[in-house]
């Protein structure tokens, strides 16, 4: 987890030193909506892919979890700005 924390952490600290500018505020608004998904919903989808994991008999490594995690909740949280549905956005925002 600390590998990625790094990167995430200055990345995220450059994004918020350039919010303030007019032409950043719309990445800004995707990257919070999308933080907030995965912030809310990853304990949610690592449970799910445990159970499927588990019921499948497929042995997966922690490590693989995380990166499907990370994978999955980037993806749908991209989809959900894109589809910008307005009670959608409430519930994530």
């Given at each position: 987890m600390t590998f990625f924390l790094y990167p995430l952490l200055i990345s995220i600290m450059l994004l918020l030193l350039n919010t303030p500018l007019l032409d950043k505020q719309n990445i800004a608004y995707k990257y919070r909506v999308t933080a907030n998904f995965t912030y809310y919903v990853h304990p949610i989808i690592i449970i799910l892919l445990s159970?499927?994991?588990?019921?499948t008999n497929f042995n997966v490594k922690e490590t693989a979890i995380y990166f499907i995690v990370c994978f999955i909740t980037t993806i749908i949280g991209f989809i959900i700005v894109?589809?910008?549905?307005?009670?959608l956005n409430k519930i994530v925002v």
């Open positions: 159970k499927f994991f588990n019921l894109k589809i910008d549905n307005r009670y």
